[in-house]
């Protein structure tokens, strides 16, 4: 699978992408400025080089990803969007994006009018097949290699798509792809980053979830 990052040079986009690549997946990461894509693929290949990981515009990577995922910061998404909708129509596109906030030293979940950060993607590219997912795993975890533990919650009006999601993220080493239920329910899994941020400030980890009772 060919998978496309869109804002991908920051911690969350480049432990998916090294995850990915790990798996045997190819990744293309995206940055508005190729020079930074291509010092994130440098220190990826720094920790494998034999990984299939190249740089490219965001606008290369989503035309390039058979599946696309966003790691833009919330902020960015509503300007980095539009521009890639033609590119995006028909594909699974993934929002890892959490609309946080810090003062103060606390995290706080910001209100969107269109429900979360993954239904307001759904609103700028309306013909793209939007999942919610990741959004809960650590960047730093996911950097640093070995098994997570951790379950991918994911989220999606299209069952084909959101099955798709589920078993890419069981393809990191101990994560299992969990069904969440429609995209509109991506709002409560971000709001779990925002618990987990302040969970891990207060026992100075970095915590995931599980979810207990199912197979």
């Known amino acids: 699978m060919r998978i496309g990052f869109i804002g991908g040079t920051g911690e969350e986009g480049m432990g998916l992408a090294y995850r990915f690549a790990t798996a045997g997946h190819e990744c293309v ?3 508005r400025a190729i020079e930074k894509a291509q010092a994130a693929v440098a220190e990826l290949h720094e ?5 299939s990981l ?19 910061p919330y902020a960015a998404q509503a ?3 539009p521009p890639l909708a033609a590119a995006l129509t028909g594909k699974i596109v993934v929002s890892t994006v959490v609309p946080m906030a810090f003062e103060g030293g606390k995290a706080s979940l910001l209100a969107v009018a269109e429900g979360s950060a993954a239904q307001q993607e759904q609103a700028l590219l309306p013909g793209a097949k939007l999942v919610a997912a990741f959004q809960n795993l650590s960047a730093k975890k996911l950097l640093k290699g070995g098994p997570l533990e951790a379950d991918v919650v994911v989220c999606a009006d299209d069952a084909g798509a ?3 999601i589920m078993e890419l993220a069981a393809s990191i080493e101990g994560v299992r792809g969990v069904d969440g239920g429609v995209l509109a329910n991506a709002q409560m899994v971000e709001g779990i980053t925002v618990l987990l941020v302040s969970i891990n400030r207060n026992y100075k980890t970095q915590a995931g979830i599980r979810i207990a009772g199912i197979a």
């Open 47 to 51: 920790k494998d080089a034999a990984l």
């Open 54 to 72: 190249t740089a490219a515009t965001n606008a290369d990577a989503a035309a390039a990803g058979e599946i696309v995922v966003v790691t833009t």
């Open 29 to 31: 990461i995206g940055s």
């Open 162 to 164: 959101k099955t798709q």
């Open 79 to 81: 300007a980095t969007l």
